[in-house]
């Protein structure tokens, strides 16, 4: 499936303006452009490239390197399943399977509606409340099996 | 606000807003809006607060506070009423118009909202007479509950700014740097080291200084430094202005997780009003002394928390580790000397300077002074942070302010140190733990990450968990990280299928001697930990693995099975009502079967039967 996004080119410019185009916020200019379009569009590399004078190898690299920075398009909801250590003992591997038999996708994927992208990540830093999972920026706590799927059919609810 | 030109003026400020808060005879609700409490809905609970207390009338007379975390985060949304330090745990919407009513207008106790020890099953109603916090020792954190983290009237009003006064008023740079060395504070953020020491060598190297502040907080299950950067963002920013002064650096930079949103707002707000308020900028209080800080966000990359990493990432690059011929005290951040400490570490000088280090030098142990603080997770009753004197048994921390194990199921392990760190067992719960004691048993203090494992956790399991997570973080600069990993890996995976094979321990003993001696940074070097603290102390279960292919703790899925033992199983159905697989049959009263071949031993019906009866074979 071919995705196009429409890029507001006004926006990444205000957003490289905010760091004065400076090339050491490189990976926090692609943070702020990911948050708009949950990833970096490959268009607005060149644009990066020419107004930071980096190389474009050092854009790709700094994109791969980071978990936090992805080239391929991603769902509206991003579902991070924290499976950092503490998670982990609670059982945060059988939320993972839930929601991956749920959504019909592997950890890492992105459902073909593009509405959903379930990721695992370390740690969230709510620790205390595991198994945690964040959708968006939004942190949901103290979960099982059941209430983890109970949210996210949830934000599911929200779009239809 | 108005700009403080000088010293007279910052104390006046203090000193109007101390008395201020000392005599303040108004009702107070503190309502921890810490990432863990919002996880479980603060926001709603605040938003009811507030529409309630305007529809009583009392928006007036009584003051809410959103604080940062208490500490007790797996008991939120947290709310303590003051004066009298009335404790509500687990406060919802609903719960809302009792507790105005009652206690809010009347000062009664909402009855049904009193927190019960789960331990001893006691009712209590105030928040100094939770088990979970009266063996603590707050220094570093017990602000947090107190203070609205985004004002910084609030962090003056109990004293905040105090010891940066001091430190520029009344005492040398030399001076400042002797008492930190001389309060014996190490590292907080793993290795351990001195900081005064690492202070004093950065001084002294010529060139640009830069004061760095590490709020990567890599260790999965560690969460102190969010919870310091969020609650008390100015007790830090605090510690790093005293720093800048005493090395004598004009910049300064907290690397903080792109995953942390709050921490990041927070401390922001916290440098906006220290901005105002003229203690960062030019000519700080009238002295000449300049120096701000910015704020630069992570990416998700566990090794960017490794010193010459994180420097790299600050620097726009990739965050690949370098030898470390050349110390960053000398040639760091954009190749000039640069302090680099920890969240916690940074929170521990105001209290240093203002107490004296002779005061904070006899709190701990012969070799680590002070307190920590300590993430203390897993299979524990009372999760959360928890802040106690360094030496402080593990025992005490687990049993005592934890309330010991879920389910009053057996304690197996404690994992600390994070990911690199080690797996210690039952037989050493009365260690007192400090940087030195934790490594003689084969672990490591790292970030004070405790993650608390029972009978239910699979130690082969963990181990490959962590291997697994490290592999994944590995920048894959050098050999024998990479390639030895991977290997590590293969085989914990291999022992966890059912195909371990004879030889697989002492392989694996050998890949780590290698990765330890050969890495070139610590995430290489102390890789190994997790597996070798495990074949150390549980070895048998590494045999059963490989020989009997068993894994009597339930994990490792091809190597057990769950059985219903006729004896116990009284028929209640439960199980057979959840099991996704219809695999459990039966009867009502009458002991139920389980049929293996439809069994995916997804533990549903374990988890679910009350009577012991699901057992794993
Ligand atoms: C792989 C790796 C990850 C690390 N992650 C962190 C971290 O997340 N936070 C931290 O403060 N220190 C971390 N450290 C330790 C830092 O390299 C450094 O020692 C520390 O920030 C220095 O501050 P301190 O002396 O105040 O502890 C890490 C080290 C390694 C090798
Ligand atoms: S030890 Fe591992 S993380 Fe460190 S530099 Fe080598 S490959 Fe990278
Ligand atoms: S483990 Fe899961 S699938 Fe197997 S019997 Fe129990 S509930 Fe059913
Ligand atoms: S839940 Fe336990 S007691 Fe009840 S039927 Fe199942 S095995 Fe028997
Ligand atoms: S381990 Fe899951 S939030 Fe920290
Ligand atoms: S976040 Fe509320 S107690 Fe920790």
């Given at each position: 499936?071919?995705?196009?996004?429409?890029?507001?080119?006004?926006?990444?410019?205000?957003?490289?303006?905010?760091?004065?185009?400076?090339?050491?916020?490189?990976?926090?200019?692609?943070?702020?452009?990911?948050?708009?379009?949950?990833?970096?569009?490959?268009?607005?590399?060149?644009?990066?490239?020419?107004?930071?004078?980096?190389?474009?190898?050092?854009?790709?690299?700094?994109?791969?390197?980071?978990?936090?920075?992805?080239?391929?398009?991603?769902?509206?909801y991003i579902v991070n399943v924290c499976t950092g250590t503490a998670c982990h003992v609670r059982g945060a591997d059988k939320i993972m399977d839930a929601l991956e038999e749920h959504l019909n996708i592997k950890e890492g994927q992105t459902t073909d509606d593009l509405l959903f992208t379930l990721q695992g990540v370390r740690c969230v830093g709510c620790c205390a409340?595991?198994?945690?999972?964040?959708?968006?920026?939004?942190?949901?706590?103290?979960?099982?099996?059941?209430?983890?799927?109970?949210?996210?059919?949830?934000?599911?609810?929200?779009?239809? | 606000?108005?700009?403080?030109?000088?010293?007279?003026?910052?104390?006046?400020?203090?000193?109007?807003?101390?008395?201020?808060?000392?005599?303040?005879?108004?009702?107070?609700?503190?309502?921890?809006?810490?990432?863990?409490?919002?996880?479980?809905?603060?926001?709603?609970?605040?938003?009811?607060?507030?529409?309630?207390?305007?529809?009583?009338?009392?928006?007036?007379?009584?003051?809410?506070?959103?604080?940062?975390?208490?500490?007790?985060?797996?008991?939120?949304?947290?709310?303590?009423?003051?004066?009298?330090?009335?404790?509500?745990?687990?406060?919802?919407?609903?719960?809302?118009?009792?507790?105005?009513?009652?206690?809010?207008?009347?000062?009664?106790?909402?009855?049904?909202?009193?927190?019960?020890?789960?331990?001893?099953?006691?009712?209590?109603?105030?928040?100094?007479?939770?088990?979970?916090?009266?063996?603590?020792?707050?220094?570093?954190?017990?602000?947090?509950?107190?203070?609205?983290?985004?004002?910084?009237?609030?962090?003056?009003?109990?004293?905040?700014?105090?010891?940066?006064?001091?430190?520029?008023?009344?005492?040398?740079?030399?001076?400042?740097?002797?008492?930190?060395?001389?309060?014996?504070?190490?590292?907080?953020?793993?290795?351990?080291?001195?900081?005064?020491?690492?202070?004093?060598?950065?001084?002294?190297?010529?060139?640009?200084?830069?004061?760095?502040?590490?709020?990567?907080?890599?260790?999965?299950?560690?969460?102190?430094?969010?919870?310091?950067?969020?609650?008390?963002?100015?007790?830090?920013?605090?510690?790093?202005?005293?720093?800048?002064?005493?090395?004598?650096?004009?910049?300064?930079?907290?690397?903080?997780?792109?995953?942390?949103?709050?921490?990041?707002?927070?401390?922001?707000?916290?440098?906006?009003?220290?901005?105002?308020?003229?203690?960062?900028?030019?000519?700080?209080?009238?002295?000449?002394?300049?120096?701000?800080?910015?704020?630069?966000?992570?990416?998700?990359?566990?090794?960017?928390?490794?010193?010459?990493?994180?420097?790299?990432?600050?620097?726009?690059?990739?965050?690949?580790?370098?030898?470390?011929?050349?110390?960053?005290?000398?040639?760091?951040?954009?190749?000039?000397?640069?302090?680099?400490?920890?969240?916690?570490?940074?929170?521990?000088?105001?209290?240093?300077?203002?107490?004296?280090?002779?005061?904070?030098?006899?709190?701990?142990?012969?070799?680590?002074?002070?307190?920590?603080?300590?993430?203390?997770?897993?299979?524990?009753?009372?999760?959360?942070?928890?802040?106690?004197?360094?030496?402080?048994?593990?025992?005490?921390?687990?049993?005592?302010?934890?309330?010991?194990?879920?389910?009053?199921?057996?304690?197996?392990?404690?994992?600390?140190?994070?990911?690199?760190?080690?797996?210690?067992?039952?037989?050493?719960?009365?260690?007192?733990?400090?940087?030195?004691?934790?490594?003689?048993?084969?672990?490591?203090?790292?970030?004070?990450?405790?993650?608390?494992?029972?009978?239910?956790?699979?130690?082969?399991?963990?181990?490959?968990?962590?291997?697994?997570?490290?592999?994944?973080?590995?920048?894959?600069?050098?050999?024998?990280?990479?390639?030895?990993?991977?290997?590590?890996?293969?085989?914990?995976?291999?022992?966890?299928?059912?195909?371990?094979?004879?030889?697989?321990?002492?392989?694996?003993?050998?890949?780590?001697?290698?990765?330890?001696?050969?890495?070139?940074?610590?995430?290489?070097?102390?890789?190994?930990?997790?597996?070798?603290?495990?074949?150390?102390?549980?070895?048998?279960?590494?045999?059963?693995?490989?020989?009997?292919?068993?894994?009597?703790?339930?994990?490792?899925?091809?190597?057990?099975?769950?059985?219903?033992?006729?004896?116990?199983?009284?028929?209640?159905?439960?199980?057979?009502?959840?099991?996704?697989?219809?695999?459990?049959?039966?009867?009502?009263?009458?002991?139920?079967?389980?049929?293996?071949?439809?069994?995916?031993?997804?533990?549903?019906?374990?988890?679910?039967?009350?009577?012991?009866?699901?057992?794993?074979?």
């Amino acid at each position: 499936m071919e995705h196009f996004v429409e890029i507001d080119w006004q926006k990444v410019d205000e957003i490289i303006e905010k760091y004065n185009g400076n090339r050491e916020a490189l990976l926090m200019i692609m943070q702020d452009i990911s948050d708009i379009y949950n990833y970096v569009p490959p268009d607005v590399v060149p644009v990066l490239v020419n107004k930071l004078g980096v190389r474009e190898s050092l854009v790709y690299r700094v994109a791969t390197f980071y978990k936090t920075i992805s080239l391929e398009p991603r769902g509206k909801y991003i579902v991070n399943v924290c499976t950092g250590t503490a998670c982990h003992v609670r059982g945060a591997d059988k939320i993972m399977d839930a929601l991956e038999e749920h959504l019909n996708i592997k950890e890492g994927q992105t459902t073909d509606d593009l509405l959903f992208t379930l990721q695992g990540v370390r740690c969230v830093g709510c620790c205390a409340s595991g198994p945690v999972i964040t959708v968006n920026q939004k942190t949901h706590g103290g979960l099982d099996r059941a209430s983890a799927l109970e949210t996210v059919k949830f934000y599911d609810q929200c779009v239809s | 606000m108005v700009k403080l030109e000088n010293r007279e003026a910052l104390k006046n400020l203090r000193n109007s807003l101390q008395t201020k808060f000392q005599e303040s005879k108004k009702k107070l609700i503190s309502l921890c809006a810490g990432s863990g409490c919002g996880a479980y809905g603060t926001t709603k609970v605040h938003e009811k607060l507030m529409a309630e207390l305007a529809e009583q009338g009392l928006e007036n007379e009584v003051e809410v506070k959103l604080s940062g975390c208490h500490g007790f985060c797996e008991k939120g949304p947290i709310m303590v009423i003051h004066p009298e330090g009335i404790f509500y745990p687990q406060v919802q919407e609903q719960h809302i118009p009792e507790i105005v009513e009652h206690t809010v207008k009347n000062g009664e106790l909402v009855k049904s909202l009193i927190f019960k020890d789960p331990a001893t099953k006691k009712k209590i109603t105030h928040e100094k007479d939770v088990p979970f916090y009266k063996l603590q020792k707050r220094i570093i954190f017990g602000n947090n509950g107190i203070i609205d983290p985004t004002n910084i009237q609030d962090y003056l009003s109990v004293g905040g700014y105090a010891a940066l006064e001091k430190a520029l008023f009344d005492m040398s740079p030399e001076k400042i740097i002797d008492e930190v060395k001389e309060s014996g504070l190490r590292g907080r953020g793993g290795g351990g080291f001195s900081t005064g020491i690492k202070w004093a060598s950065c001084r002294k190297h010529e060139g640009e200084r830069y004061v760095i502040c590490n709020a990567d907080e890599g260790d999965p299950g560690a969460y102190m430094d969010r919870s310091l950067l969020e609650g008390n963002p100015h007790s830090v920013l605090e510690g790093m202005i005293i720093g800048a002064f005493a090395i004598g650096s004009n910049e300064g930079y907290v690397y903080v997780r792109h995953e942390y949103p709050l921490a990041v707002k927070n401390f922001s707000m916290a440098l906006e009003s220290a901005r105002e308020l003229g203690l960062l900028g030019k000519n700080i209080l009238g002295i000449g002394f300049d120096f701000d800080i910015f704020i630069s966000r992570g990416g998700g990359a566990f090794v960017c928390g490794e010193s010459t990493a994180l420097m790299a990432s600050l620097e726009g690059n990739p965050g690949l580790p370098r030898a470390k011929y050349i110390h960053t005290v000398e040639k760091g951040f954009r190749q000039n000397p640069s302090l680099l400490n920890n969240v916690e570490t940074w929170a521990n000088v105001p209290v240093i300077v203002n107490n004296g280090a002779d005061w904070y030098a006899s709190i701990g142990t012969e070799g680590s002074k002070g307190t920590k603080i300590f993430s203390l997770v897993g299979k524990v009753m009372n999760t959360g942070l928890v802040e106690v004197p360094m030496g402080t048994s593990l025992r005490t921390i687990i049993f005592d302010i934890g309330g010991g194990i879920l389910k009053k199921k057996k304690f197996k392990a404690v994992q600390t140190g994070g990911p690199s760190g080690g797996c210690i067992p039952e037989k050493h719960l009365d260690l007192g733990i400090d940087f030195d004691e934790l490594t003689k048993v084969g672990s490591m203090m790292g970030s004070g990450g405790m993650i608390v494992m029972d009978q239910d956790t699979c130690m082969v399991d963990i181990s490959r968990y962590f291997i697994e997570f490290l592999k994944d973080e590995s920048c894959g600069q050098c050999n024998p990280c990479r390639e030895g990993l991977k290997q590590m890996l293969d085989v914990l995976n291999r022992i966890c299928e059912g195909n371990g094979r004879e030889g697989d321990i002492e392989l694996l003993e050998e890949l780590g001697g290698m990765l330890q001696k050969f890495s070139l940074c610590g995430l290489g070097t102390s890789a190994p930990n997790p597996v070798l603290s495990t074949i150390r102390y549980f070895r048998d279960e590494y045999v059963a693995h490989i020989k009997d292919k068993k894994c009597q703790a339930g994990v490792c899925k091809p190597l057990f099975y769950y059985e219903i033992d006729p004896e116990l199983c009284n028929g209640c159905t439960l199980c057979a009502k959840r099991c996704p697989e219809e695999a459990i049959t039966g009867k009502k009263k009458e002991p139920h079967e389980l049929n293996q071949d439809k069994c995916i031993k997804c533990g549903i019906c374990y988890e679910v039967c009350k009577f012991n009866a699901v057992a794993i074979r």
